[in-house]
């Protein structure tokens, strides 16, 4: 069975800010099949103006607390970018990119569903790293 890859209708680059790009990513998080004990928080890192597009870098910073430990051993965190060409016109939606902390491989979330996976083991290879320090 196929598993269908649930994606959300992306801003056009007129209709584009900052605000408007967190909201979507966490729009998009949202369609993500991620058990509820894994708490995020998202924000805006910077803003990149190159020759063809504009890119706006955002993290989603992920970790499980618990009544034990509140504050987690160690986080994953998802990197975000949004693309505004600027030889489109600007009522093309932007496109929208991420990779893990841990990879170089970029993703696109139309292309790829998200796997909880992905956030364990960036974790747990952590984990295992101070164990090890």
Known sequence: AKHVIKTIQWT??????????QQQIEELISTWDIHESWLHHSEFLEEEDLKDSKRYHYRACW???????????????????????KLK???SPVEVFFRLESSR???RPEEFQ?????????IEN???????L
Do not use: C, H
Not at 14 to 19: G, I
């Open 12 to 21: 056009t680059g007129n209709n584009f800010t900052v605000e408007r790009g």
């Open 63 to 85: 970790g499980i607390p618990t009544r034990r430990k509140p504050i987690p051993r160690a986080t994953a965190s998802v990197y975000f970018v949004i693309v505004i060409s």
């Open 89 to 91: 016109p600007d009522t």
């Open 105 to 107: 491989l970029i993703r």
């Open 114 to 122: 998200f796997r909880e996976k992905w956030l364990q083991d960036i």
């Open 126 to 132: 952590k984990i295992i790293l101070m164990e090890r």
